[in-house]
């Protein structure tokens, strides 16, 4: 499984033996700016029986950078949950593990950089989108001009 292929729950359930506790955006891991970072994802996967699992894994220590003035995005996680313990051991990057029935992986993906200054942000929002005139439907309006002739 790769962050690119966006495995669905039921797949990645019946394909493996595991428990797929969470799969939702992390939000405000994304960097700000005029254009803000597209926010990354949590993975926690509980494992059902024991398996070795390796990660390997970017920017969990630099952040995603941002560009032309935008602000960089946090930084990815990867913990392991253990046993009875409970308390997240920090994987780092690039780690394998063995891990256990009911032990579990916790993937945090980072975000992705802003584009431009931030106080920017409100100056985009105002200007008009090129598209606006087509929300009607250019069809539509056509049709309308037509039949009223």
Known sequence: MTNTRITD???FERRYPVILREFSIR???GGIGAHRGG???IRDIEFRIPVQVSILSERRVYHPYGMNGGGEARCGLNLWIRGNDQRPINLG????????PGERI????PGGGGYGEPDEERKVKN???PKHAWRGG?????LSTQETN
Request: hydrophobic share 40%; proline share 0%; charged share 25%.
């Open 9 to 11: 729950a039921e797949v």
């Open 27 to 29: 939000k405000g891991s």
């Open 39 to 41: 926010d990354g994802v």
């Open 93 to 100: 990057g690039k780690n394998t593990a063995a891990m256990k």
């Open 106 to 109: 916790i993937i945090h993906t």
């Open 127 to 129: 200007i008009q989108d």
């Open 138 to 142: 250019s069809l539509a309006s056509r």
